[in-house]
Structures are given as structure tokens and as C-alpha cells.
């Protein structure tokens, strides 16, 4: 038996002659959470009250005990069918529960048991490459939120990071490319990494970039002033200047980054914005005008890559005296009043004695420091002040209240984040929108026909294909796509996989070609379509709507199985 939980929950039984599979989708959410639970904490008794504690919290049922029984037999029953309980994986012991390894093979031991040698063995270049290959995705995705996982969750990232870090290193100047490409999967997993930064830098410097030398750093800088308040670490400033000392094109190009941001004409949001051939922003007038002089209260939503930081970016270029940008907490909410803290230092009304004393009580706002904080803004000349705060998805209940109260008391609130169903349950989901901006891909209007083709109007697509050689271009696409698609079902993939294989395919074809059920495939691509991966033609055709994620994608298929589909497919 192998279970899976690196990513999203799946169990294989690979004595089964028909190869049978069954996802985390499959369980019921308690029968999946009691799994989740005994998996984290694989080869060590949970006494049923711990067990129950992690799965119900404050909720227990009346009969905890026995809704316990209830959920392990089911397990059992479902992931091992006509196993004697004696055999199964999930061992009665000591009055609790354990997820044995001996009997059955767990992703997440195997990732545990490579750490551990990683750690006693630098030089082990093998086993963090094992490392990286285990990791599909941080575990329990469908269980992201929960208390159990976070443990779990946080450890994963921190193996993940350190051992892309340590590969990065290792490729340094004998392959930068991929040093780079590692440092940036590092810094996306944990972006107040400034080791991540560093490796992102030494690999610019490697290829002779000067210039992407200083927008790692200034990446950096951005990162830790907007979610911890500090500046880059001594070491992280004197590796900059070292690096394009080194460099001859670096000086002149630091110095030109340092001048200040031309002021933008007049106050108009529909100002003539660069070309996209330029390297500027491009498009979105008609948002910029919603979120310039739209209502109170704005939820920007869109998924990886759709251009939500870009857009509120420019939004604060636009308007420097109105709009003041902070970055939401991660999800360990770090530092929970960064955000207010960075946008009121751009609107020029810092209130830092407030917030530390708040930060050090570990108490929210009172109304008279909101009240307070309302007037700084007036006493400093904002008219109409806007606090954005990108990335928001992780506000915790203090935070979204204080959001409230500020609006009722004059400035307007925008938010981004990714979907409408990331909020829900969650203390940001009662912050009600009195418009939800959701963010579609670029079109022709603001795209030449090529950049178009090649990007399928992603914002992240573009500024990749603009921007970069080919060969990172498609890094930056297989990435998004796997954000994308993290939280879908493994048809979904397959889905991708075959349309980048075989070109424009019906979705009866794409069942036959992957031997999928036809229900599995509508579903998968219903769900691409939402997330514009997938464009949809006439006859009930799909195809990869962005040539940069289908070449990504097709990278991975082998011509031996290409060719095996396209017969399957004849």
C-alpha cells in the first residue's frame, strides 16, 4: 500500500492487477482528517483524545470514542478491502491509533528519513535531489488550513527550501540557470528567505546580469520591509554591491534604479501606459479605473500569475499620495500588522508607537487608536486615502475588524487574493465587497498577436516571454501551471498532458486517449477553462491556451508515449 500525502491525499494499492486508486476526494472529510492526523504523526500512538482534540477541536461529538472506531473502520474497510484488521496499516495500540510504516510505504517518512540524512551528510547532493522529487506540493492540501497540518506543513517547506537552497549553491557558476530556477522555487516557498535571494543573485551575476542582480535585491528589500518591517541583512547588502562591482554594466545601472519614480501625469488612471514591448505595465485601464474611483470596499481576485500584484503595483504608482500598499501575512502571520504599518508609511502618516504597543500586547486596535490613526491621515494631507493590501487571503479575524472600522470611518479598502472559495470559512470572507474585480487574462487590445500566442494573455506569461530567454520562459510556465492546478484533481494534469501531446482534442478523444471516464475529463476541464489554462474552440475542442505552458507541458511527455497515445487516439 502507498499513501500520499505530500499534496493532495492518494492511496495506490500496488497489488491491485487493475493499478486501484483513491484520492482524499474519495473519503469522507473526517475519515480523511483522522488519515491526515495518523499520517503526520506516522510510527507513534495518538491516544484517541489527541486524535479526536486534532479532528473535532472545540466540536467533539457526544461519543467521541466511538465516532473514532467508527471513522478507522471505515478507513480500513475502504483503503484495504478483505484485510483483516490485524493486517492493516492503521494498528490498534495502547488505547490510541498508529499509521504503521512497516505496513504500508508513506511519502511523508520517506521525506522525513532523507532529511535526516541530508542533515548529517552536506555533501549528499543525491538525497536532496530525492528531496525535491518527494515534494509535489507542501501536504494535507486539502486540509491547508487546518491546525493539525500546519506542524507538518511548515516542516515539509523548511526540508523543501533548505534543500533547494543547497542545490542552488551546488549549481552556482557550473549551471546558473538552474541555480536561479531553484533559488526562485525557494523564495516563492518561503519569500523572507534572504538566503534564497543571495542564490538568485551570485546566479544573475554568473550570466553577466547586472540588472537582474538588482531586482533580486530589490525583490528582497521589498519582501521584509512589507511583511516583517526590516531591511535586508548586512550580508545581503555588501553581496549586492560585491557582485556588481564585478560586473561592469552594474554601478551605472544601480544608480539609474535608484533615481526617484517619475510622478504620473496629472491624476488620470487612463494615462498612456507603456507598450508591453517597453516592459511596462500593460492593460487593465478599465480595472485601474474600478479600483482608482470605484466603491469602498474591492476584492481583486484572480489566480498565480494573473497580474494581482502587478495591477495594485501600478495603482499605487498612479496615485503615491492616495494609496498605500501593504502585503498580507503568510500563513504563520508573521508580524500581523505589517501591512498597516507599510501603507500608512507611504500615505506619510506613520502611527509606529501604536502599532508596536499593540504588537507587544498582542491585542488588536481600540477604536480611539483607529480613530487616531484616521485623523493622522487627515492631519497629513491624504485626501481620500486607500489601504491595499495584496495577498490578503490570511488576515486573521483582528485584522479584517480593523479593516472594517477604518472604512466606516472614511478611507476605502481593497483586497487581492486568489478565489473567492480561499476566503471561505475564513475571517476575510465577512469583510463584505462592494465589488468583486475578477481579473482576466490580457486580450489583443493590449497585446501584439506573438506576446498574445505565447502567453495566452497571462500577466505572468507576458512579462516571462518579454522578458526572459526561451528557456526560463517555459520554467516560469511549467510553475504557474502547477500552481494552477494544485488544488484539481490528478485528471485535470493528465488533461493538460494530453493536450500538449496531441494538439486540439475533443473532450470524448481526451477519455479515450488517457483512458479516463468521461465525467473525470469534463470535470478536469471545466475546471482548466476557469483557470485559463485551456481555451476552448468550436466542435467542443480544447487546446492549451498558452504555447509557453503547453511547450512546458509537452517537455514532459516522451516520444515513446507520444507516440503510443496518437495510436491509442487512431
Not at 526540508?159 to 533547494?164: C, D, E, H, R
Not at 506569461?461 to 526561451?470: E, F, K, S, T, Y
Not at 494534469?493 to 486517449?513: D, F, H, K, P
Request: neutral net charge; aromatic residues 4%.
Amino acid at each position: 500500500m502507498d499513501v500520499r500525502v505530500l499534496g493532495r491525499i492518494e492511496i495506490i494499492d500496488p497489488a491491485d492487477a487493475g493499478g486501484r486508486r483513491l484520492t482524499g476526494d474519495d473519503l469522507p472529510r473526517r475519515a480523511r482528517q483522522v488519515l491526515g492526523v495518523l499520517a503526520a504523526h506516522h510510527d507513534r500512538v495518538r491516544s484517541k483524545d489527541a486524535l479526536a482534540d486534532a479532528v473535532w477541536g472545540e466540536d467533539l461529538p457526544g461519543n467521541h470514542a466511538a465516532a473514532l472506531e467508527h471513522y478507522v473502520s471505515m478507513l480500513r474497510r475502504t483503503l484495504q478491502p478483505g484485510v483483516p484488521t490485524g493486517r492493516s496499516f492503521i494498528v490498534t495500540r495502547s488505547g490510541g491509533y498508529v499509521f504503521a510504516t512497516d505496513r504500508a510505504r508513506l511519502d511523508l517518512a520517506d521525506l522525513r528519513a532523507a532529511a535526516r540524512i541530508a542533515d548529517a551528510d552536506p555533501g549528499r547532493a543525491d538525497v536532496r535531489e530525492q528531496i525535491v522529487r518527494l515534494v509535489r506540493d507542501l501536504p494535507f492540501a486539502e486540509d491547508e488550513y487546518a491546525d493539525w497540518a500546519a506542524p507538518a506543513r511548515a516542516e515539509v517547506k523548511a526540508v523543501l527550501v533548505g534543500a533547494l537552497l543547497d542545490l542552488a549553491a551546488r549549481a552556482g557558476g557550473e549551471d546558473p540557470a538552474r541555480a536561479r530556477r531553484l533559488a526562485r522555487e525557494a523564495i516563492d516557498l518561503e519569500p523572507y528567505t534572504e538566503r534564497g535571494y543571495r542564490a538568485a543573485m551570485r546566479a544573475a551575476a554568473a550570466q553577466g546580469r547586472a540588472e537582474e542582480v538588482i531586482r533580486w535585491y530589490d525583490g528582497c528589500r521589498r519582501a521584509l520591509a512589507d511583511g516583517l518591517g526590516v531591511g535586508p541583512a548586512a550580508e545581503t547588502t555588501a553581496l549586492r554591491d560585491r557582485l556588481l562591482s564585478g560586473l561592469e554594466s552594474g554601478p551605472p545601472a544601480f544608480e539609474r534604479r535608484k533615481a526617484v519614480r517619475p510622478e504620473p501625469a496629472g491624476d488620470a488612471v487612463a494615462e498612456d501606459l507603456p507598450a508591453p514591448e517597453a516592459g511596462g505595465f500593460a492593460g487593465r485601464r478599465a480595472e485601474l479605473g474600478a479600483l482608482a474611483d470605484g466603491p469602498g470596499v474591492v476584492h481583486v481576485v484572480g489566480p498565480a500569475g494573473a497580474g494581482k500584484s502587478a495591477l495594485l503595483g501600478r495603482l499605487r504608482e498612479l496615485r503615491p499620495d492616495r494609496v498605500g500598499l501593504g502585503r498580507g501575512p503568510g500563513p504563520g502571520g508573521a508580524l500581523r500588522l505589517g501591512w498597516l504599518r507599510t501603507a500608512l508609511h507611504q500615505l506619510g502618516a506613520p502611527a509606529d508607537a501604536t502599532l508596536d504597543a499593540a504588537m507587544a500586547e498582542r491585542r488588536h486596535l481600540l477604536p480611539a487608536e483607529l480613530d487616531g490613526i484616521v485623523e493622522g491621515l487627515r492631519y497629513h494631507g491624504s485626501e481620500h486615502p486607500t489601504v491595499v493590501i495584496d495577498d490578503a487571503e490570511h488576515l486573521d479575524a483582528d485584522s479584517v475588524a480593523e479593516l472594517r472600522w477604518l472604512r466606516e470611518r472614511g478611507p476605502r479598502v481593497i483586497v487581492s487574493y486568489r478565489y473567492p472559495s480561499a476566503i471561505a470559512g475564513r475571517p476575510l470572507g465577512a469583510l463584505d465587497a462592494d465589488l468583486v474585480l475578477r481579473l482576466a487574462p490580457l486580450t489583443g487590445a493590449d497585446l501584439d498577436p506573438a506576446l498574445l500566442e505565447a502567453s495566452g494573455g497571462i500577466p505572468a506569461l507576458v512579462a516571462a516571454a518579454r522578458d526572459l530567454g526561451p528557456g526560463l520562459a517555459v520554467e516560469v510556465a511549467m510553475h504557474l501551471a502547477r500552481q494552477r492546478t494544485r488544488w484539481m484533481p490528478p485528471a485535470a494534469w493528465e488533461v493538460l498532458r494530453l493536450t500538449a501531446a496531441l494538439g486540439s482534442l475533443r473532450v470524448e478523444q481526451l477519455a479515450v486517449a488517457g483512458g479516463l471516464e468521461l465525467d473525470d475529463v469534463l470535470g478536469a476541464v471545466d475546471r482548466l477553462v476557469h483557470a485559463h489554462l485551456l481555451a476552448e474552440g468550436p466542435g467542443g475542442h480544447v487546446r492549451h491556451r498558452s504555447d509557453l505552458v503547453r511547450a512546458a507541458v509537452a517537455a514532459q511527455v516522451s516520444a515513446a508515449r507520444g507516440h503510443h497515445l496518437r495510436t491509442r487516439l487512431a
